[in-house]
């Protein structure tokens, strides 16, 4: 089994090198994962920048000791994938933001959609927003990723349309479209966008905008899936065929 990770805001450790971790992530190995001495673990600011550790010792509930290796920075992904996902209903918007971190994912935009139900206005949107992003940063380090996904804050369809504008390769997942997106041809680097509309589908009006911009559509499958699993089937066939897979 791979080393369980832990997210840091430093690297700094003592003259003789040792680190404590501390705090919420310090008691979550110590009482948790119930960490021992000579276990292995991989700290990490969530942003490309990790460290491989061996466990000291323990104090209390809460303090890892370890003797930290140097720090190292793992570089980006290329091509960069950015999924941009309408806002599902309840907390299927979770799911989607946890699965497509496992899968690999870069960034992850939330859409308030013209079809979806779901709308993030006020604190219930930056509650909304806050758990995305704790899902993201918990899914990371689930998936032993040291470089989390960028959730940014909710975009209108006129902003979706500029990201879709300024990408390398642009698609719209929906039931029109002429090829597989396992088919279409794929750049080797740059950015990827895709965008997966909501459970009602992309309105004719955004399909349009969408296509002006560059976002072709793509069909995924036969099926049709719901809006929190396509992303991560998406992001799946995306990966696979860039070679990031492989």
């Known amino acids: 089994m791979t080393a369980p990770v832990f997210v840091v805001e430093h690297f700094d450790s003592a003259g003789d090198g040792r680190y404590v971790l501390d ?53 980006p992904e290329q091509p960069r994938v950015t999924v941009v996902q309408a806002l599902p209903k309840g907390d299927r918007g979770e799911l989607a933001v946890e699965t497509m971190t496992e899968v690999g994912v870069d960034a992850i935009v939330p859409w308030a959609a013209a079809r979806c139900i779901t709308q993030w206005k006020g604190d219930r949107g930056l509650k909304a927003l806050g758990k995305w992003r704790a899902t993201a940063r918990e899914a990371g380090k689930q998936s032993r990723r040291v470089r989390f996904p960028q959730v940014a804050e909710a975009a209108t369809t006129k902003q979706v349309a ?35 509309g909501p459970e009602g ?20 499958g036969r099926s049709v899936l719901r809006t929190s699993t396509a992303g991560t089937a998406a992001t799946a066939v995306l990966l696979a065929r860039t070679g990031r897979w492989t």
Do not use: M
């Open 23 to 75: 705090g919420p992530e310090g008691r979550h190995a110590v009482s948790v994962k119930r960490l021992r001495p000579g276990e292995d673990v991989v700290l990490t600011d969530g942003a490309g920048r990790r460290a491989e550790g061996v466990v000291l010792d323990t104090e209390g509930k809460d303090r890892l000791i370890v003797r930290l290796d140097p720090v190292t920075e793992e570089p």
């Open 201 to 220: 589908g992309v309105a004719p009006e955004e399909l349009a905008l969408f296509a002006q911009a560059g976002g072709k559509a793509y069909r995924l």
């Open 162 to 196: 500029a990201l879709l504008a300024g990408a390398d390769f642009a698609a719209v997942l929906h039931e029109s479209g002429d090829e597989a997106l396992a088919t279409a041809e794929l750049p080797s680097s740059g950015e990827i966008v895709l965008v997966v």
